[in-house]
């Protein structure tokens, strides 16, 4: 069973900035392509940002340049550094990643994991 427990998030104002963090636990044999999701009221969910194993990079037009997307493969982390924060950020963030894991080598399986959310709030 692998488990993603975001922290980081919080009330900022406009122009601030906020560092939020993703690790995973569980019997992790290795973790694929990693993202932030996001989700405000009225809206669906929308991807922010990824990270494939590969180091490649996306971000969503609307965050370009203010966002940065960085993984420490070996803390099983991956992070999301947003600067410039308009009150349009305000969301919930979820973490996203594609990860191997099972309780033996020979079984793994890969599977798609979600983590509980964090709450950004950016004030005008």
């Known amino acids: 069973q692998v488990q993603l427990v975001e922290s980081g998030g919080g009330l900022v104002q406009a122009g601030g900035s906020l560092r939020l963090s993703c690790a995973a636990s569980g019997r992790i044999f290795g973790i694929n392509a990693m993202g932030w999701y996001r989700q405000a009221p009225g809206n669906s969910r929308e991807l922010v940002a990824s990270t494939t194993n590969g180091g490649t990079t996306n971000y969503a037009d609307s965050v370009k340049g203010r966002f940065t997307i960085s993984r420490d493969n070996a803390k099983n982390t991956v992070y999301l550094q947003m600067n410039s924060l308009k009150p349009e950020d305000t969301a919930v963030y979820y973490c996203?990643?594609?990860?191997?894991?099972?309780?033996?080598?020979?079984?793994?399986?890969?599977?798609?994991?979600w983590g509980q959310g964090t709450q950004v709030s950016v004030s005008s």
């Open positions: 996203n990643a594609a990860i191997s894991s099972g309780r033996y080598y020979w079984s793994r399986q890969e599977g798609n994991y």
